[in-house]
């Protein structure tokens, strides 16, 4: 079985980006790309409203992190340190060397590249050091964005399930993506 442990926080740099951990600071730019509709339109979790929900989520990425159930960066441009996304392996299966890659973007951020580059970087690390055997990721049909990005990074649809996710009363389609570590 996969062993996750990772006693000092794991910070990976591409050309543009620093992936670190995510930090207490980081509330209001959480809160500002978590309560933005338009970003969270393709993400199945409630909106969030207050400075006390980024916090709140910040603390259950760090304190999965901790316990080896998920590693999660926040997305920074390196000139600046300041938050402008969220990915990582969100939920892994040990037992399968399987993990689940999601990501976000605050959308003054879409269409830069910045998406495909944090893919690249994190694929690396997850297959490179973690010892991951696949990876998956999930999106919507009409996240057209998303699906770019995986397929620009070697992911393969596996899937597409009609109707299987019900979120906000109504049910939505999702393709289903996979990439082996060969």
Not at 85 to 94: A, E, N, S, Y
Not at 104 to 118: D, H, M, N, Q, V
Not at 120 to 149: K, Y
Request: charged share 25%; aromatic share 10%.
């Amino acid at each position: 079985m996969l062993t996750i442990d990772l006693p000092i926080f794991p910070v990976l740099t591409t050309e543009r980006l620093v992936l670190r951990e995510l930090r207490p600071s980081d509330a209001e730019q959480v809160l500002a790309m978590r309560s933005d509709p338009e970003v969270m339109q393709h993400v199945n979790r409630p909106l969030a409203h207050t400075t006390d929900d980024a916090l709140a989520l910040i603390e259950l990425i760090n304190s999965r992190g901790a316990a080896g159930e998920s590693v999660q960066w926040a997305i920074t441009v390196k000139e600046r340190d300041s938050f402008i996304g969220l990915i990582g392996f969100w939920r892994i299966v040990k037992e399968h060397h399987l993990a689940e890659l999601g990501y976000t973007l605050a959308r003054e951020c879409w269409g830069k590249g910045y998406a495909s580059e944090a893919i690249a970087a994190t694929l690396e690390f997850g297959f490179g050091t973690l010892g991951f055997h696949r990876v998956e990721a999930i999106t919507r049909p009409r996240n057209t964005a998303s699906v770019r990005a995986l397929v620009k990074n070697g992911f393969v649809q596996d899937g597409h399930f009609e109707e299987d996710i019900f979120w906000n009363g109504e049910f939505h389609d999702s393709l289903h993506f996979g990439r082996l570590a060969r």
